[in-house]
């Protein structure tokens, strides 16, 4: 209902009840009548003159009675009209009768049609309070602001039965970055451009569930006017770099959100089961669906791809702390998965954890049976501090200060090569060659 109406309906119903109240009889009607109301309206039919009697405080006086006149009746005791008048000529009393009638329906025509004229014709408008002003003036475009126009068409929204997520595109010729948790098992997604156009088919044409990423192909005409995202080398990103994250959380329309890096050399959890290296953490918020968007820095660049949240309490939500695979793991593994090859990586077979004294290496927690790790004899702690095991200290010739420091250098060789692993054995140093493996599919 809008302002006029609420305005305007009391005071309808006060000129409605006004109009259509009856009116004591007349000398000449037995009973009153509606001055304003439709014929059909039951509440402005006069009532029966033989409609049953209900009494209320005294009896009402004998004989047949108007409804005004009973209602007169339960009135209290006062003056009454009743008493004897003066004596009018018999001939005038007649003539006052009508003229009486005629002034009252006169003044009651007058005053309904000036109530209809001035409340009920729809045109008469009462007067509204004048809006505040607003300061005039424009704010220059934020940092952010500016980033996210610049970048913000180029990132898509991803659907597939049953999720979405997010993706972005990489180059002219179709091609999409997402996630690869993203796309599941699927062979083709669908996009959403946010234009108003029906989504956009792409292929899959590979996956990594070692660095959860996805690439997808659609046609390049579909995908006409989105600019590509320049890729940042990730390596000089630092900690507390203005990180901004674009993409499409919880299934709304396309979001921006700002914060900063708060981590970098974080490892993840893979699908596979193996980590994800070399990862960014931002408080940044991201949220399920902002899955595969991309992490941009200060001058709009690419520097990850939104993969992980910590959550706490079992909920779903942000709690400031996300995760992003690197920009430069997304510069070696794009290239592959475009050509509609798998990664192949190199495997050492170990899983560590950090040692329990504070002090250089990795201690080894478990080898993975039939390993490149198992076949050159490397040893897992059994006690709650794993110093009954072996504490890797170097690979391939590269210190190791911390667990992440093993999968960095295995990373850069290639399967088959040999490679020297020293480890701490019951306080002495002892190097192990070891021939590293392809990484299969799961650990």
Known sequence: MSVMAQVRYPVRATAYR?????????????????????????????????????????????????????????????????APAPAAEPGRRGLAAIAAVAAGGAVAAVLALFLIGALDDGTTEIAQPEQLESTPGRVEPSRTGSIYAGAGKSVVQVRRNGGSGTGWVVDGDGTVVTNAHVVGGASEVRLVLDD?????????SGTDPSSDLAVLRADPD?????????????????????????GYPLGLQRSVTQGIVSGVGRSIRALNRFDIDEVIQTDAPINPGNSGGPLLDARGRVIGVNSQIATAGGGGGNVGIGFAVPSNTVREVVPVLKRGRSVVRPYLGVSTGASVTGGPGAVVREVQPDSPASRAGL???????????????????????????????????????????TVLRDGDRVTLAVELDRRPEGP
């Open 222 to 246: 579909d995908l006409d006017g989105l600019k590509p995202l320049p890729l940042a080398d990730s390596d000089d990103v630092k900690v507390g770099d203005l990180a901004i994250a674009i």
């Open 18 to 82: 006004l109009l259509t109240r009856r009116v004591a009889p007349w000398p000449w009607m037995r009973d009153g009548f509606p001055l304003w109301a439709a014929d059909d309206d039951p509440a402005a039919r006069p009532r029966p003159d033989d409609a049953p009697a209900e009494p209320v405080g005294e009896e009402f006086p004998p004989g047949r009675t108007s409804w005004q006149e009973r209602a007169r009746a339960q009135q209290p005791t006062r003056a009454r009209a009743d």
């Open 196 to 204: 108003g156009k029906p989504p956009v088919k792409a292929d899959v």
């Open 379 to 421: 040893r897992p702690g059994r006690s709650l501090n794993g110093t009954d095991g072996d504490i890797i200290v170097s690979v391939d010739g590269k210190p190791v200060r911390a667990p992440e420091d093993v999968a960095r250098a295995v990373a850069r060789r290639e399967p088959g090569d040999r490679i020297p692993v």
